[in-house]
């Protein structure tokens, strides 16, 4: 594995280069951008720092046409800081709310832009556990989803981990985490409900109908947010989703299946937030198809998706992601777990933490 910089990984990020690597040879998703104009995204958004912090932005573009660039400028408004042509934002010494921007040079038109809170003091875990004591939250996930909660254990994990961790650490905080939860009665105020659609894993078709049915078989309405993620088993490694029909590209799968089904929930329940997640990463290569996916939920869903494969892909104090063999991005080796495409668990408290504050700075 190598790492990348984040100007760097705006060019892997948009290219449509043969995967490499001992994945096999493959051809690129001729749809994965869904044939839509140029679009960029900012990562992570929404994002939290404190004066005179700092924050590694990156940016996706999708729908270039060959041959057409991939750069963007940065930009910050109101005045408060400095962003570097890398993406680093670095805080002013004033607290406040702000706005990165990522401006498409090939069509100026374009942007994409992510909020920032500047905070004087850092929020606290028990602080950020408190913003969430009055929410009800789903989370239905898999493996990975279920690491960054505290509940799936790959194998060799000790005491608590995730969110159950932090929750262990700030007793007093008024939110909990419920185990198999997806009834409205389960997922009380102040309760991170998470269930998990493990048994329907190679079938993203099953899973979207399940979370259908749940948020409309009373969560919808009921909870402040749902969220809703796919696993690296329910796509390929040339840039297909699996379907009960075979495979599917994914920018059709996610432009005919997956964008009417959440549309359709979040006109049909305004009270409750559809949050995204970003599907998993493999740990060492064959990340294409979850490459192109994420690219799209990021795109989609600016504000909306917790990006856990971005934060798989990133460390403490470091602005660069790991790459894989064959070029994708990949889970940073010091999150994987040995022998499996599972983080291990100093990777599931990562990630738990990441899942709180995105949580925390939606809820306000």
Known sequence: MSVISPAALLVLLSSSAPVAGGCGSSSPAKDAGSGAALSVAVIPNPASTTVRGSIPFQSTVIGARAGQST??????????GTIAATGLYVASSNPGTYTVAATSLSDPT???????????????????LRALSSKRVY??????????????????????????????????????????ANTPAAIPAGTIGEWSHGASNGDPDAKLSLFDA????????????ALFKLGYPDFDQTGNVKTSAGLVPVGTWFTNAYQPKMAALQAAYPATEIL???????????????????DLVRASYPGKTFDLAYWQTVEPGSSRATVCQDGTPCVNPR????????????????????????LANLAG
């Open 139 to 180: 989370f239905q996930h898999a493996s990975v989803g279920g690491e960054s909660v505290g509940v799936y254990d790959p194998g060799g994990f000790t005491g608590n981990w995730g969110l159950l961790r932090i929750l262990a650490d700030n007793p007093g905080s008024g939110t909990a985490v419920a185990r198999d």
């Open 335 to 358: 999150w994987v777990q040995t022998g499996d495409d599972h983080v291990n668990q100093a990777g599931a408290d990562w990630l738990g933490n990441r899942l709180l504050e995105f």
């Open 110 to 128: 374009k942007s994409g832009t992510a909020a920032v809170t500047v905070l004087s003091v850092p929020a606290s875990s028990l602080d950020q």
């Open 71 to 80: 750069a963007v400028t940065w930009s910050v408004s109101p005045a408060g």
């Open 276 to 294: 995204h997640v970003t599907a998993p990463l493999h740990s060492t290569c064959c990340n294409r198809a979850i490459q192109a996916w994420n």
């Open 214 to 225: 749940r948020v409309r078989g009373g969560l919808g309405g009921a909870m402040s947010f």
